[in-house]
């Protein structure tokens, strides 16, 4: 009965979480660093979840490939168990500084007290001082286990003060969320440690993912997106291209294409503000259909969008823009609207002499606008 009790509550807490991955994979439209480690918090305490569902049901169970079963899960879980706790604590980092060096500095104190972690973990397969399983299958606690729980109190510790310390840079409406976050584990840790045998912990850690993406991860996705075309938005826009350019990889380049539909006026004048809105939704699939997932594609103002991605040269931007235009035109011999779509588009890579992200925006805007009146003359 007490099996099965927790193997349900582990099944929900599964599910939840799920869920929640599900849901984070179809609102997905470009991985940011953020949004991935949100992603991975989810997918590691599912992980967890899921080995130590098997734990609690091979343990004490005879045979030899019960055995191994209890073996490996405890070790696995033993090594990864602080796992979902730095990915929270990178979490917290990216919401206020999204440099990379600067993640990788934050990580280094995590990443040597999880080192240390592993190595207790599989030197116990030798000298059983961290954990072992008795001849009756039966997972024990070894002498040195206390030093797992000091590790991890070490890790509640660096994640609460590193929240504390950048307390005035992290949006105020995630502050007390991000600082709460690890209550409920900390509560199923401390009722583990004084109550052997229960099994708390990842639960708990369901209900902070939980209440995290109601309150931050959720909620965000409404901050960064148009609601019309689900794109990202102009304030979006800004916060990535800066970003991006501080993190650009030495081998890549990054290439801008502004798209500024035509007659877009004329289709708002002779059909309505409804139609109008249907030829945005329309402009919009016919964009994402020509762009990967991981490549940002915002909405820059009425029926202007705007996409960033990487490219190895200019060959490959030149290909992209035919693509672009090329759907554009199937879309019009298809006929499936009263309106046609026609796209002016200016695209080039940006190089050492935008000096400011704004400068590359306006080269955009400029080769945009030739290009409208290149189109317009040929007409």
Known sequence: MELMLRLQVYIVSFSILLIIYIKLKVDEQIYYVQDRLFKYLTLSTMYLLFFESVNWYVNGRSGKWSYYLNLSSNLLILMMNMLPLAIWTLYIMCSFNKSNKYLIKGFIPMGIIMTINIFFALSSLINKRYFYIDKHNLYHRGDLAIVGIVLYV?????????????????????????????????IAFVIQMMFYGTSLL??????????????CQHQSQFIKTD????????RELDLYLERKLKNLPTKRKLAGIMIDLDDFKFINDQYGHIVGDTALRRAT????????????????????????????????????VGYLRNEFELFNKKKEEVFELGASIGASIYSQEDKQSSMFLERLDFLMYEDKKNRKSIK
């Open 227 to 234: 609601y019309l075309t689900g794109l990202y938005n102009r």
């Open 285 to 320: 699939s016919i964009i994402e259909k020509c762009f990967h997932k991981n490549e940002f594609v915002a909405r820059y103002g009425g029926d202007e969008f705007i996409i960033l991605f990487e490219i190895k040269n200019e060959i490959e931007l030149h290909n992209r």
């Open 202 to 215: 990842l639960p708990a850690a369901t209900i902070s993912i939980l209440m995290a993406y109601s309150k």
């Open 154 to 186: 070490l890790l509640i510790i660096y994640s609460m003060f590193v929240t504390l310390y950048n307390w005035s840079n992290i949006n105020k409406r995630n502050r007390m969320s991000m600082l709460l976050f690890p209550l409920p584990p900390v």
